[in-house]
Structure formats: structure tokens, C-alpha cells
């Protein structure tokens, strides 16, 4: 994926991203992105553009540290 990326694309990564971590969106967003699920609602939605800083992590290649369950 380049830069240059669509927005689906940029959606279907930030959807990955929370499949893989095994949470919900509303724990992905508040515990790994720290913010609001509602914010993470609209980037899945396309309502909102997801930040330039927010896709270069989730373009890491590394698997991230996801909050385990405890």
C-alpha cells in the first residue's frame, strides 16, 4: 500500500488492524488509539478523514502490543 492510498484502502487497513488485534473497535480505539470509539466510527464510515499519524502506525509492518484481556 503507498501513500497515495484510497480511502477504502485506508479503511480496510484501519478494519485489519482491529481484527487482528482480537479487541472490539470501541476497545481498539480507546485503549491502542486512545480515542473516542465515535472517532473511530467515522474513519470506518468515511465521514472522517483518518489522520496522516494514524495511518503511518497502522502501516507499521511490526504487529503491535494489543492490550490483553485481564
Known amino acids: 500500500m ?3 492510498c484510497t480511502q ?6 484501519l478494519r485489519s488492524r ?3 488485534s482480537g479487541l472490539s473497535s ?3 480505539a480507546v485503549e ?6 465515535r472517532t473511530i466510527r467515522r474513519w ?3 465521514k472522517s478523514p483518518i489522520p496522516k499519524v494514524v495511518l503511518q502506525w497502522l502501516k507499521q ?3 503491535a502490543p494489543w492490550p ?3
Open 61 to 63: 509492518p511490526e504487529v
Open 18 to 20: 482491529i481484527e487482528a
Open 26 to 28: 470501541k476497545r481498539f
Open 2 to 4: 503507498t501513500d497515495a
Open 8 to 13: 477504502a484502502e485506508r479503511i480496510d487497513l
Open 32 to 37: 491502542v488509539l486512545l480515542r473516542e470509539d
Open 44 to 46: 470506518l464510515d468515511g
Open 68 to 70: 490483553k484481556d485481564g
